[in-house]
């Protein structure tokens, strides 16, 4: 009796899966013109990073809502369509699949980290979509896959992150704390290039701590107090940060300063880091406060789609991806093909929140160096 | 059509089943569901090694994982760096993982209950904070990309439809394994071992040395699961191999039943599944799979014949089928 | 020298840290011989309880707490009652209890992940930025606070269970349940008792951990539950001065690992010595060996 029942509810199973996805075979292609224009959006909405989902989705939809109340595209309109990836690789990857195998998708815009990326990056490339990265960085994704297109990258962040401590804040002796993934990792890999490349620079030390771990970070932190650093350089997660700068506190670290590369950048991170905060800076590629219009206009528009959210560095990526789309449709791409060429054809992006120069689908941009004095954001002063 | 004997009835609901799933791969469904096949079997695989262990042998581990890991890194790393064949990697794969559980079973089977769970559980993070850490062997958390497909008979084993049969040779084989050892004398011991320590030792069952081995086989078979995991997906990074992916497969094994082979298939095959037909209720799905587990769980404990629907419903079913039986066949059907 | 006292101080204070959450889960899993899975995320229940208290219905500190406490105390007899009673009457194996925890801890993160969100949030703290000095090194006040409330915690429990009837009722449901029952005792009524005391210390545990790092979230059950499960486990189950020893024990490893080693491989530390340990005394440090009868 139990061994029919168990065997009725896998057929039952494998039908409901195959009932469910089936459908997607019978999609028909957009050939007619006056149906949407489908891009895929897939991102984290549930699980730790699920945050991180939400300023994508919120971002790149007030782009759809904008041409979509000015007509669309040659009278079509874009949908938008979020699915979750979990944050998870093999969640993203099987997704990734399951998109591509809907005809109806002709761009996607995600995933989050560099690991779910990595993970999808061969399917979406195996299909011939078209995959915006609105925030991973790692070096190796525009290698696995030609139809990758990155918004930010490692080694320009780095380098913008290094010349603000050296130049701007003018520090010779630096300390580099950092999250041990990719990112952190890679970052310590061009910063020792960078390092030795300027005779007068000194990298002091250098620690890293895993992600998951306990809050402590007073082992860490006294090891850095006795190399003397002069500036502190930092690449993790913004909960993490905060927790640095409020155990630093407690150890003195008199004139030393903090510093980090645009994950700090938002009203959550002064709310934990509280008085701790002062003085700190970043290195981020949007700042919200920039008396530039642009910035201004997506501030604004951002502030409203989220009930009141300061637009940071990813909802601006998010964004810049679909406005690339978009430029890529105006081209008249309807087909996965053709975004891809059109947006090959693109030397230099200039956005509406930033301006970047593509060589290879990774981008080059400016980054704006900001601080927190008097416990809000500000344009650094040195 | 006269429902004959049991026997024969199952032997050929079983051909049945086992055409479809042999064609499966030709019936056009997408390439999604196909992948979601693949992980089928690469789940199924790894419930039924952690059912040698926690299933036949009654020891629990929340580190299974830790051997799923090394089996991947094995095999991505011997085919990367050293350009191995497909078949050789997996081999080896499943060496190294092997010889890890039996280092770890070595000091592990000497405890048991929380102490063994604990231990195990431990044993998991090492081996994940040491993937995290080893950075000039792993790349560590940038994980390692570009892991080449298997080449068989000059063919390349990339797409969902071609991997299928990849993934379901070696689970079948690994189950026929799990077949024969229950039935044989070591897995007897096994399940002595399980049922009760101190009665087995008593006949003669050298109960250490019979933990040990299950362990080893064990993680062996985990490594074939991580080594067809990492040729599949082309790159892996520590993440997947933590302790959730632990608990994971414990569930499967747990709420397939200790030791049932079938169970464990069917359970593999829910859980794998469940997340994807949740997909629809996206911010909840979690929620929901928690709630299901748990459920999942209760129901197989509580004891249904309490609820006295349940037990007329069965009953009715019950004298349904007999009825069908008498009605059909003589004597030897008439006493179901 | 000075870096030295300072890690001292700093494995001390991770040390009580781990141990207030440590002895409420020696407790349980003594009298249970259950590994509760769902005991981290009733400690990040317990201390949410704590902020959405203070912050959105703005409680004062004291009420919010003491009602934190008890709201997470009868969660967890809610918990025991619904998810693990029907399991235990009906004689599952115990893997089917842990895997039903497992499920208890899934659905209550991701209830929290519906209420609160993924990010993590600010908590208020006592005695903000205040610290007393030894030389170079700085204690601050939580952490001199949470070593008294372990301190506290730790003899509360033992004299309540050596001298207390609930507390000898417990002991002897840990020793032998069936035994137990025959003596009269309502085991029902001592595991509901047992989870509401765990339940209750780990809301605790989770309010003054949050405190300490002025921040909660709902992963901070996970990333806590991992080490205090090894510390209980090593000082030997159901010894609540082990829960202590073992908590400071892998406290020490893990500092000093992080301070003259690595930072990186702290964790590592703490498993490596929780298993040479256990190699060497497969009961735990102080947990004494359960004679197994025929």
């Known amino acids: ?382 | 059509m006269k429902i004959k004997s049991n026997r024969i009835f199952r032997k050929l609901l079983f051909c049945i089943m086992a055409c479809v799933l042999i064609s499966l791969p030709l019936l056009g469904l997408s390439n999604f569901v196909m992948r979601l096949a693949v992980f089928v079997w690469i789940y199924i695989l790894l419930a039924t090694s952690l059912n040698f262990t926690s299933g036949v042998a009654g020891q629990v581990s929340l580190g299974h994982a830790a051997f799923f890991g090394i089996g991947a890194y094995v095999s991505a790393l011997l085919s990367l760096k050293l350009e191995l064949h497909f078949l050789i990697c997996l081999a080896l794969a499943a060496a190294a993982a092997g010889v890890s559980g039996w280092l770890v079973a070595l000091p592990a089977m000497r405890l048991s209950g929380g102490y063994l769970a604990i231990v195990t559980l431990g044993f998991g993070q090492i081996v994940y904070i040491v993937l995290l850490n080893w950075i000039d062997l792993t790349r560590g958390p940038m994980g390692l990309v570009g892991i080449p497909s298997p080449v068989l008979f000059g063919i390349e084993f990339r797409k969902p439809q071609s991997y299928y049969y990849i993934a379901l040779f070696f689970c079948v084989a690994v189950l026929l394994l799990f077949k024969n050892y229950i039935g044989s004398r070591a897995g007897r011991n096994l399940m002595a071992i399980r049922d009760d320590e101190t009665a087995a030792a008593a006949m003669g069952v050298d109960i250490y040395k019979e933990k040990v081995k299950a362990f080893a086989i064990s993680s062996a078979i985990a490594g074939i699961a991580g080594s067809l995991y990492a040729h599949f997906m082309l790159f892996i990074d520590p993440s997947k191999f933590v302790g959730d992916e632990s608990t994971a497969i414990l569930s499967m094994v747990v709420l397939g039943g200790l030791g049932s082979m079938k169970g464990s298939i069917a359970a593999a095959l829910v859980l794998t599944a469940l997340p994807e037909l949740l997909r629809g209720f996206s911010r909840y799905r979690m929620l929901i799979y928690g709630i299901l587990l748990v459920a999942m769980m209760i129901t197989k404990a509580v004891d249904w014949s309490r609820y006295s629907w349940y037990d007329r419903m069965q009953q009715w079913i019950q004298r349904v089928v007999q009825a069908i039986n008498r009605k059909k066949g003589g004597w030897k059907n008439g006493a179901a | 020298m000075q870096f030295f006292t300072q890690q001292v101080v700093s494995a001390i204070a991770l040390g009580s840290v781990y141990a207030l959450t440590a002895i409420g889960y020696s407790m349980v899993f003594g009298v249970l011989e259950l590994i509760n899975f769902s005991h981290a995320s009733v400690f990040m229940v317990g201390a949410f309880l704590y902020y959405i208290l203070t912050n959105i219905a703005a409680l004062p500190g004291l009420p919010a707490f003491l009602l934190s406490v008890l709201i997470t105390g009868f969660l967890g007899v809610a918990v025991e009652k619904i998810t693990l009673r029907p399991l235990r009457l009906n004689n599952q194996p115990k893997f089917a209890s842990l895997i039903s925890t497992i499920g208890t801890s899934i659905i209550l993160q991701n209830i929290m992940f519906l209420l609160m969100g993924s990010e993590t949030l600010p908590y208020q703290t006592l005695f903000p930025g205040q610290s007393i000095s030894l030389g170079e090194t700085r204690i601050s006040y939580m952490q001199i606070v949470i070593v008294a409330v372990s301190t506290m915690l730790l003899v509360s429990l033992s004299l309540f269970i050596k001298k207390s009837r609930a507390g000898m009722a417990m002991r002897a449901t840990a020793q032998n349940y069936d035994a137990a029952e025959l003596m009269g005792i309502s085991v029902d009524s001592v595991i509901s008792l047992t989870f509401f005391i765990g339940s209750a210390i780990a809301a605790i545990s989770g309010i003054f951990v949050c405190m300490n790092y002025q921040s909660v979230d709902i992963t901070i059950g996970t990333s806590f539950g991992l080490k205090t499960f090894a510390a209980t486990v090593l000082g030997g189950i159901g010894n609540l001065g082990g829960a202590v020893l073992g908590s400071l024990i892998i406290a020490f490893a893990e500092v000093f690992t992080a301070a003259y080693i690595n930072t990186s491989i702290r964790d590592l530390a703490a498993f490596v010595v929780l298993v040479i340990v256990l190699l060497v005394r497969p009961n735990g440090l102080l947990g004494k060996p359960v004679q197994k009868k025929v």
């Not at chain 1, 701007?168 to 290039?193: P, R, V």
């Not at chain 1, 604004?300 to 601006?316: I, V």
Request: charged fraction near 20%.
């Open chain 1, 1 to 382: 009796m139990k061994k029919a029942l168990s065997v009725l509810l896998c057929v039952v199973l494998v039908v409901a899966i195959c009932a469910m996805s089936g459908c997607a075979q019978q999609e028909e292609s957009t050939q007619q013109t006056n149906d949407p224009l489908y891009v895929a959006m897939a991102v984290p909405v549930t699980g730790n990073q699920a945050m991180y989902g939400e300023y994508f989705s919120t971002a790149a939809q007030i782009k759809v809502d904008e041409v979509n109340a000015a007509g669309g595209i040659n009278g079509r309109q874009i949908v938008l369509e979020v699915f979750d990836d979990r944050g998870d690789v093999a969640e993203a990857s099987n997704l990734a699949q399951k998109i591509c195998d809907d005809e109806k998708y002709i761009a996607v815009i995600g995933g989050f980290a560099s690991t779910s990326v990595l993970a999808s990056a061969p399917i979406y490339g195996e299909n011939g979509m078209p995959q915006m990265v609105p925030a991973a960085s790692h070096m190796d994704i525009t290698k696995v896959s030609d139809y990758t297109w990155l918004q930010a990258s490692v080694a320009d962040e780095m380098r913008n992150f290094f010349n603000m401590v050296v130049d701007g804040i003018g520090s010779k002796k630096i300390a580099y704390i950092y999250l041990n993934n990719d990112s952190g990792l890679s970052g310590l890999e061009l910063l020792q290039g960078f390092v030795e490349g300027r005779e007068d620079i000194e990298l002091v030390a250098a620690e890293s701590f895993n992600e998951g771990q306990v809050s402590d970070f007073t082992p860490l932190l006294s090891k850095l107090k006795q190399a003397e650093p002069e500036t502190i350089m930092i690449s993790a997660q913004y909960k993490d940060i905060a927790n640095i700068l409020k155990q630093a506190q407690q150890m003195d670290f008199g004139d030393t300063t903090f510093a980090n590369l645009g994950t700090c950048y938002s009203d959550e991170f002064l709310t934990l880091a509280g008085d701790a905060a002062e003085g700190f800076y970043v290195s981020t590629l949007y700042f919200a406060d920039n008396p530039d219009e642009g910035v201004q206009e997506f501030s604004q528009l951002f502030y409203e789609a989220s009930d009141g959210k300061t637009a940071n560095q990813f909802a601006s990526q998010a964004y810049e991806c679909m406005s690339m789309l978009v430029y890529a449709f105006e081209q008249g791409a309807t087909t996965r093909e053709e975004v891809q060429q059109a947006l090959l054809g693109i030397s230099e992006w200039d956005g509406l929140t930033c301006t970047s120069k593509y060589t290879d689908r990774v981008p080059e941009k400016e980054g704006v160096p900001i601080m927190v004095k008097d416990g809000k954001w500000a344009l650094a002063e040195y």
